[in-house]
């Protein structure tokens, strides 16, 4: 269960837009095996103008809840700092708590020498610096998976993503497979179904184990990410979005979905 909420944690593709606008939030329901509610999921755009340049920080919590919250407490946050102008990721922490063990990393992006440095708080000669693969701009897994309500593909057709795990930076392609109709505690939605896969490098991690990823977007004009999923040879995870906030009016005007802010574009020296 505890590796289950830290793939949806961290599991963030440079684009025109960012996978969320300032303002938004979505808070899914995460369920496993027998347990319905064991955890939740709360991802929220802010924007952050504290360093005299603008910037969007995308934070995602992740929590057990209900009796797994007993048995198994995991509470974990990643912190994605994205440039208010470029956004390109700049800056991706993450920290979390499992029982006994506590985890603390931090990942700053050098983009002029294609690499990344990996600090470890925790264990430090895990440390490292390691190389940006491809054109895209990095994120993280469910980063990434959000990033497609963006994009404009149909049943058939694919793209690629640079997506980060810890002190990895790996090469996905996301296939859109399917329409399909959802129904959940929201409503009902006509969604498009992407699906995740190691094809360009060799498959590492639950990739390489044979776990499958999906994600449904609904095609109306939020295009929201209303269900991520993961199968597991033991049984699948399944976080299903049960609470959104729309960005402010002006924000909505500014942009498309998930598109970059007005206050962003009026930045720019």
């Given amino acids: 269960m505890r590796l289950l909420l830290f793939l949806f944690t961290v599991l963030p593709v440079c684009a025109a837009q960012l996978p969320l606008r300032v303002g938004e939030m979505l808070t899914y329901s995460v369920g496993w095996g027998i347990f319905p509610h064991a955890g939740e999921i709360r991802i929220a755009a802010t924007a952050d103008t504290s360093d005299q340049k603008p910037e969007v920080v995308i934070t995602t919590i992740t929590s057990t809840r209900g009796f797994l919250g007993r048995v198994f407490p995991f509470e974990a946050r990643a912190d994605s700092v994205f440039d208010g102008i470029t956004n390109r990721m700049i800056i991706h922490t993450e920290k979390s708590f499992s029982g006994k063990k506590t985890t603390s990393s931090v990942l700053q992006f050098d983009y002029e020498k294609s690499t990344a440095a990996y600090t470890d708080m925790v264990e430090a000669q895990k440390s490292q610096t390691v190389a940006i693969p491809g054109p895209d701009h990095p994120q993280d897994l469910i980063g990434s998976l959000i990033q497609t309500r963006t994009w404009d593909l149909k049943p058939g057709e694919s793209r690629d993503a640079n997506v980060i795990f810890e002190n990895e930076i790996y090469q996905l392609t996301i296939h859109a497979m399917r329409y399909e109709k959802l129904r959940t505690s929201l409503g009902t939605f006509n969604t498009l179904v992407f699906e995740p896969r190691m094809e360009k490098t060799p498959p590492k991690g639950m990739f390489k184990r044979g776990s499958n990823v999906h994600v449904w977007i609904s095609q ?25 906030e729309s960005p402010p009016p002006s924000k909505v005007m500014a942009s498309g979905p998930a598109g970059a802010s007005e206050d962003a574009k009026n930045s720019r020296p």
Avoid: H, I, S
């Fill in 220 to 244: 109306d004009g939020e295009r929201l990410p209303v269900r991520f999923e993961v199968d597991f040879k033991f049984g699948a995870g399944v976080a299903t979005l049960t609470g959104y």
